[in-house]
């Protein structure tokens, strides 16, 4: 069950290592490439967010996730974690660690592909859908690494046990989820991690400097809101 989600794993960690050995691009150019991905994350960010249905729920998750991140202060612990790895690293460590771990972690995961193809995996042995996704993160990893470093590699690790843990719950999740429900529950992630995507490509232009770790938890408030406002429904 876990073949698809193993090998994006693996294309995320093979490329990530590829595009940290990119090196002595010109500074201008390497400017010119990470302004055309900011700008290129902030369009999939946009296209992302405007899927939800939901704008009260959107607006709660934001809310209540911000506030629940701040309080643990997921952000500062994020960066701490990246500045202990830059030091074991070392001079092969280019870049804010935590930075492109987060944006790349939210990048691979917070889209539809990322809760469709494992669902796919278990319940109908099909792995196509991550092995395009697989395709697709193994380039983004490629591009996005050699701009902001090896905090690219460890996204492999949080995208393979997000995925994992919807593989191995897919048949309760399939029993107990409605497929009404669990369209509703894509659509509004989708929507939110759209909305947490652009703002990375704002804070990689620096037009911004959102503390985008500290709104995690929304990703998961979303979805207890979106079951519970369907509760409330019925």
């Known amino acids: 069950m876990l073949t698809g989600t193993i090998v994006n794993a693996v294309a995320i960690a093979i490329a990530s290592l590829i595009g940290v050995r990119i090196r002595n691009v010109?500074?201008?150019m390497s400017k010119l490439v990470m302004q055309a991905l900011s700008l290129a994350i902030i369009i999939i960010g946009i296209q992302m967010a405007i899927t939800g249905n939901q704008f009260l729920i959107i607006i709660a998750g934001l809310t209540i996730g911000a506030l629940i991140g701040e309080w643990l202060r997921i952000d500062d612990r994020l960066n701490h974690l990246g500045s202990w790895l830059g030091?074991?690293?070392g001079k092969n460590?280019?870049?804010n660690v935590a930075q492109a771990f987060v944006s790349s972690t939210l990048i691979f995961a917070a889209g539809a592909l990322a809760i469709l193809g494992p669902l796919e995996s278990a319940l109908r042995g099909d792995h196509s859908l991550l092995f395009t996704k697989a395709s697709i993160d193994g380039f983004s990893a490629l591009i996005i690494s050699s701009t902001l470093g090896i905090g690219v590699f460890f996204a492999a690790i949080p995208v393979f046990l997000y995925q994992a843990t919807i593989t191995l719950l897919a048949n309760q999740i399939d029993a107990h989820v409605s497929p009404e429900l669990m369209?509703?529950?894509i659509a509004e992630l989708t929507s939110i991690g759209g909305i947490l995507i652009?703002?990375?490509g704002l804070n990689l232009l620096n037009i911004t400097q959102i503390k985008i770790a500290n709104l995690l938890p929304s990703l998961v408030i979303v979805i207890l809101l979106v079951i519970g406002f369907q509760n409330f429904l019925i």
């Open 183 to 185: 369209d509703l529950i």
């Open 26 to 28: 010109p500074e201008g």
């Open 198 to 200: 652009l703002a990375i």
């Open 87 to 89: 030091t074991k690293l």
């Open 93 to 95: 460590s280019q870049g």
